[in-house]
């Protein structure tokens, strides 16, 4: 994996072995890898005076910092610092996430592959440590400052997110196979281990949480080769809140979309289900759907009914709240089981859940 990355990074962009000499710090291995690259960033010889660093505190896998670089010119330069070592995860996500290099590296690939070469305001890729006998696993990333959309409660800084999605979705749709080969797919095996996990964790819920799944499940399931038809595009995987940042001052670039480890190959409608889901009104929702409706033609060209794409979106819905339940098992390794529960509750209500099966619809009243 290692060999891999060398063979595409940029001289520039490796660490010099003579330079490392006696340099076994991590602030000194920081400065001898942003040193090359902020000079190829700007196209001149760059020196680093200092590096200080500050704790990322709101952080859902591994661990960051804020990192302000002081430059011999007088300059100062704010870079994000991301360490991969699945070994240094936080307390939180090493509940619930294998110790793994595969979805580090997946994250580093999608960043070099397909996002340096889209315009749509995602952080940029600066400098990469990666050397295997030394654990070391680093990202240096724009830092795109601490504001998250999740914290916003105001629904029409929420729409711009949803036609983000439509963009993002339109311009990456007809990348060729070169780029997007090793991005795992929303296929139908994905789709059946899905019912197969939440099927498995059914014995040990609770009987109310057990008679919600159940009916949503035999539906669910009843649907996995239609959800395995669903044409594709590249997706963000985690389309939440917490991953969107609001970049202050930036007309051009207001949103800087982060954490691209779960990006795949699947369903646009499952980034836009994502940023929908939880405290909305069926307004605020419908209204999200929209401008990722319209601003999707409006880029692509290609016309559908609405009425079908609604139609997608609940299935969507259910699919992600089964695949999330299934993920956090059960009320005892997290709250975020109740939250999906409430999702589904949601999602199943009578008035949604038109076209179902009678039986799941008496099931869920």
């Known amino acids: 994996m290692r060999d891999r990355i060398e063979e595409e990074l940029p001289m520039s962009r490796r660490p010099s072995p003579l330079r490392e000499a006696g340099r076994t710090s991590a602030a000194r291995m920081m400065v001898d890898t942003l040193e090359p690259a902020l000079s190829q960033v700007w196209g001149r010889k760059v020196r680093i005076r200092k590096v200080e660093r500050e704790i990322c505190v709101h952080t859902s896998s591994f661990q960051a910092e804020h990192l302000r670089v002081l430059l011999k010119s007088g300059e100062t330069f704010p870079v994000f610092f991301k360490d991969m070592n699945p070994e240094h995860q936080i307390a ?57 959309l999740r914290d916003c409660r105001n629904h029409t800084r929420w729409v711009p997110a949803a036609r983000w999605a439509a963009s993002f979705h339109a311009a990456t749709r ?30 040990g819920l609770q009987r109310q949480d057990r008679k919600l799944i159940e009916p ?5 399931t009843s649907r996995v080769e239609c959800f395995a038809a669903l044409s594709k595009c ?26 691209w480890e779960t990006a795949a190959l699947g369903p646009g409608g499952f980034d836009l289900v994502s940023i929908t889901s939880g405290r909305w009104t069926e307004e605020q929702r419908h209204a999200m759907w929209r401008a990722y409706f319209e601003q999707y033609q409006a880029e692509t060209g290609l016309s559908r009914s609405w ?3 609604c139609n997608e979106l609940k299935d969507l819905e259910l699919y992600q709240a089964l695949e999330w339940l299934g993920w956090w098992r059960n009320r005892s390794v997290s709250h975020n089981f109740g939250k999906w529960i409430k999702e589904l509750r949601r999602i199943t209500s009578k008035e949604r859940w038109t076209g179902f099966p009678d039986k799941a619809s008496s099931a869920v009243s």
């Open 92 to 148: 939180p996500a090493r509940k619930v996430r294998k110790v793994d290099l595969g979805p580090s590296y997946h994250e580093l690939r999608v960043y070099r592959t397909i996002l340096s070469r889209l315009c749509l305001g995602t952080p940029q890729l600066y400098a990469v440590r990666w050397e295997p006998d030394r654990a070391t696993y680093w990202l240096f990333l724009e830092d795109v400052g601490t504001s998250r």
């Open 174 to 203: 007809n990348l060729p196979p070169s780029q997007t080969r090793f991005l795992p797919a929303y296929d139908y095996q994905r789709y059946h281990q899905c019912a197969e996990r939440v099927r498995s964790i059914l014995p």
């Open 216 to 220: 949503a499940l035999e539906y669910y």
């Open 234 to 259: 590249i997706i963000h995987g985690q389309f939440f809140g917490k991953n969107i940042m609001l970049r202050g001052r930036n007309a051009l670039h207001p949103l800087a979309v982060i954490d």
């Open 307 to 309: 009425e079908e794409f």
